[in-house]
């Protein structure tokens, strides 16, 4: 689509355009790039041998999966690359940065995998899990249209000395440099996100959740200009005029708690398990403040580590029922909040990091990644930095039809594809002479998927939109051979 950067009818497929920068030192390398997300993309949750045509295309994805000159990195690079490309047309875009956990304890032949988690067991003293650890920086439009990754890191944990791994885990610890934690990586990624989008021409906007809760990466967001909202975890002290000064002392809950209300929240909650639906209200707080660095930290004793000035957005239900927590978030960022709308804005933008949970749900329960048996951490890191493009793709095609409702379905679909939808779906009537509504559109697709589409349904789920895709791809591919004519793969 060419107003948003993508052309789903481009030869080769909508895997050719994204993938056309991939650089391995051998196009051949690039060439099966290309078909093995073109056949993944049409069973994403199929196994590899059952989304390949045949034999060969099957030992052809296995050897990409297998051969280490293929850097998960680089498969990742040209999708980011179309990312930016696509964030252009916006003036500001979200970053969203979150961890995912994948496990493969199951797959006990699988080499290289690392422990992601440890918990009491029913004979032994302590169970581990094993598995991968993915950080990815999701990038969503502020109305929430995905357009991509910006940045991953896949990897395996290593064993740590014993002695390491305690001095870690003390309380409030800052005798270990960042840069030796595991939770560098949201470092990493701010600045990975600030070198791949620069001289865009786009306001990136980085958006983390209470892990982000970092002096570190505040002061690595002040160093490189780059803008970053964070849900605050840590009751820390701040607004102290000097590294030793212990009173009057202000903390950040109790500092904010202090000011006076400057609005009023209505937010629908969903019922829960144990919990009916309720509309909270929630009071609106707002104000500046100074991030002190720890007063401990190691890098005291070689630098003077500057005092940042943030912004604070402080939501908290003022009448919950006696039954349910209060609903409560603080919100730090190091952009301006000065007025009632600013405020607002920053707490919309948080809400849209559900996104990029959604993201990994399509990656876990819709296209089973889990169930991917390649015997090493390296081929799954490879396949995990793949098919995170194809959830990703199949995401935006969910969504872009409520972005841009009204948009032709011609600017996403080619001709013979929105026909053969239209007959399939109204078997009665002519085609209309004019290309129907993207909304629509995809709202038939889904139907084809499995969506029931009747009066109190809502919107369809990416699932169901995705197998509809496939069974259209199919019928057009049918039509397409029937007339004589070429398909689009």
């Known amino acids: 689509m060419g107003s948003k950067g993508i052309d789903p009818r481009a030869p080769g497929g909508w895997a050719s355009q994204e993938f056309a920068r991939a650089n391995f030192g051998d196009q051949r390398l690039t060439a099966r790039l290309i078909r093995v997300v073109d056949r993944l993309s049409e069973l994403p949750e199929s ?17 990409f999966f297998q051969n280490d000159h293929v850097v998960a990195a680089e498969i990742l690079t040209p999708h980011a690359q179309q990312t930016v490309v696509r964030a252009q047309q916006y003036h500001t875009i ?26 009491p067991g029913t004979h032994v003293a302590m169970m581990s899990s094993q598995g991968i650890v993915m950080h990815t920086t999701f990038a969503v439009t502020t109305d929430g249209l995905p357009l991509g990754l910006l ?19 003390t309380s409030h610890n800052n005798s270990v440099p960042i840069e030796a934690k595991e939770s560098f990586r949201w470092l990493t990624s ?36 780059a803008a970053l909202l964070v849900r605050a975890s840590k009751d820390r ?63 005291h004793k070689t630098e003077d580590l500057p005092d940042l000035a943030l912004s604070a957005v402080y939501l908290v239900e003022t009448d919950p029922p006696a039954t349910a927590e209060p609903l409560e978030w ?42 991917c048996r390649l015997q090493t951490a390296d081929r799954l890191m490879r396949y995990l930095t793949l098919m995170s493009v194809i959830a990703w793709r199949i995401f935006w095609i969910t969504l872009i039809s409520r972005a841009h409702p009204d948009l032709p379905c011609s600017s996403l679909l080619a001709d013979e594809e929105w026909k053969v939808l239209y007959a399939k779906i109204h078997p009665t009537q002519p085609l209309p002479l004019q290309p129907p509504p993207l909304k629509a559109a995809l709202r038939w697709i889904a139907q084809l998927g499995g969506f029931l589409a009747r009066k109190h349904d809502g919107e369809p789920g990416p699932i169901a939109l995705w197998r509809g895709w496939k069974r259209l791809c199919d019928l057009a591919e049918g ?5 004589g004519r070429p398909t689009y793969g």
């Open 47 to 63: 196994p590899i041998n059952q989304a390949c045509q045949n034999w060969a295309e099957t030992k052809g994805a296995y050897r």
């Open 94 to 119: 979200l970053a969203i940065q979150d961890t995912s956990y994948f496990s493969y304890t199951s797959h006990q032949k699988t080499q290289g995998l690392g422990t992601i988690s440890r918990r």
């Open 151 to 169: 940045d991953q890191q896949v990897f395996a944990r290593q064993a740590q000395p014993e002695a390491l791994q305690q001095l870690k885990k």
């Open 190 to 225: 701010l600045r990975k996100t600030q070198q791949v989008t620069a001289n865009s021409g786009v306001h990136v906007v980085t958006v983390c959740d209470r892990e982000g809760d970092m002096y570190e990466l505040f002061e690595l967001a002040y160093k490189d200009d």
């Open 237 to 299: 002290l701040i607004n102290k005029s000097s590294r030793y000064t212990v009173k009057p002392e202000h903390r950040l809950w109790s500092y904010m708690q202090g000011l006076a209300a400057q609005g009023d929240i209505a937010v629908e909650i969903p019922a829960g398990a144990h919990q009916p639906a309720r509309v909270a209200q929630l009071a609106l707080r707002f104000g500046a403040l100074t991030l002190n660095p720890p007063r401990n930290h190691l890098r």
């Open 330 to 371: 603080m919100l730090l960022t190091n952009l301006t909040v000065t007025t009632v709308e600013q405020a607002l804005e920053k707490v919309r933008w948080y809400c849209l990091r559900w996104r990029i949970e959604v993201f990994h749900k399509i990656l876990k329960s819709g296209l089973k990644v889990e169930a």
């Open 479 to 483: 039509w397409g051979l029937a007339m």
